[in-house]
């Protein structure tokens, strides 16, 4: 199936996903998750409509990006502090705030590219020891010191559902983090905007839309898995 193919179906289901949840799809965004995959299928995503691309390593995010720089870029992974300045001048979307120190740091490279650089912040709501991410505590004592990084809009929360085909357990971890979104609203600031939350790949992103998302990151339902061909 060709890329083009492959993101009208990915769309559709997004779609569907939304209306059975009672939803507009126009509010659910998909980032196709290009990590590991060439600029020739990334460019062909982007003739046939996709404008958002996420990638988790800041080296690779940092070389593709000059070769499609009218495409918004996501950083999607665990991100390094000592990695930001290489995503700093034009990275569209951090997901992966996962500390105040990381924050900081986003902070200190924006000011000096003189931007306002947007994020969301990463909750553990799967409580694996193998996932970053903060507790709902934490994101908010951090949220309430936007103030001391004015050089950063929080945008909204990610989070990573459990590896597991028991579809109950994902769909708790998904409405935690919606819940977990409303009741953090309460902090109000006006670099604060709570609206998005980007939770769902490919093999869980309809529970997600069900459960509240407005980004899902879909990767190997769009190019293929890791060293697979299209046909």
Not at 70 to 83: E, S, V
């Given at each position: 199936?060709?890329?083009?193919?492959?993101?009208?179906?990915?769309?559709?289901?997004?779609?569907?996903?939304?209306?059975?949840?009672?939803?507009?799809p126009?509010?659910?965004?998909?980032i196709a998750?290009?990590?590991?995959?060439?600029?020739?299928?990334?460019?062909?995503?982007?003739?046939?409509?996709?404008?958002?691309?996420?990638?988790?390593r800041p080296?690779?995010?940092s070389?593709?990006?000059?070769?499609?720089?009218?495409?918004?870029w996501?950083?999607?992974?665990h991100?390094?502090?000592?990695k930001?300045?290489?995503?700093a001048?034009?990275?569209?979307l951090?997901?992966?705030?996962?500390?105040?120190?990381?924050l900081?740091?986003?902070?200190?490279?924006a000011?000096?590219?003189?931007?306002?650089?947007?994020?969301?912040?990463?909750l553990?709501i799967?409580?694996?020891?193998?996932?970053?991410?903060?507790?709902?505590?934490?994101?908010?004592?951090l949220l309430?010191?936007?103030?001391?990084?004015?050089?950063?809009r929080?945008?909204?929360?990610?989070?990573?559902?459990?590896?597991t085909?028991?579809?109950?357990?994902?769909?708790?971890?998904?409405?935690r983090l919606?819940?977990?979104?409303?009741?953090?609203?309460a902090?109000?600031?006006?670099?604060?905007?709570?609206?998005?939350?980007s939770?769902?790949?490919?093999?869980d992103?309809?529970?997600?839309?069900?459960?509240?998302?407005?980004?899902?990151?879909?990767?190997?339902?769009?190019?293929?898995?890791?060293?697979?061909?299209?046909?």
């Amino acid at each position: 199936m060709e890329i083009a193919e492959s993101l009208q179906e990915i769309k559709h289901q997004i779609s569907q996903a939304a209306l059975k949840a009672g939803r507009n799809p126009g509010e659910v965004k998909l980032i196709a998750v290009s990590k590991t995959k060439p600029m020739e299928l990334i460019h062909e995503a982007y003739a046939a409509g996709q404008l958002d691309f996420g990638e988790n390593r800041p080296q690779e995010l940092s070389e593709k990006q000059p070769q499609l720089p009218a495409a918004h870029w996501h950083m999607i992974g665990h991100l390094q502090r000592n990695k930001v300045k290489y995503l700093a001048p034009f990275v569209h979307l951090i997901h992966s705030v996962d500390s105040e120190r990381l924050l900081a740091e986003v902070d200190k490279q924006a000011a000096k590219c003189g931007r306002i650089i947007d994020c969301l912040l990463q909750l553990n709501i799967s409580e694996e020891d193998a996932k970053s991410g903060l507790q709902e505590k934490s994101t908010q004592i951090l949220l309430e010191k936007i103030e001391s990084y004015p050089h950063v809009r929080i945008k909204g929360l990610m989070g990573m559902a459990e590896f597991t085909d028991d579809e109950a357990v994902i769909r708790n971890q998904f409405r935690r983090l919606r819940l977990a979104k409303e009741q953090l609203a309460a902090v109000s600031h006006p670099r604060i905007e709570l609206r998005e939350l980007s939770m769902g790949m490919s093999g869980d992103f309809e529970i997600a839309i069900e459960e509240g998302a407005t980004m899902v990151r879909i990767g190997s339902a769009i190019f293929g898995g890791r060293g697979e061909k299209r046909d």
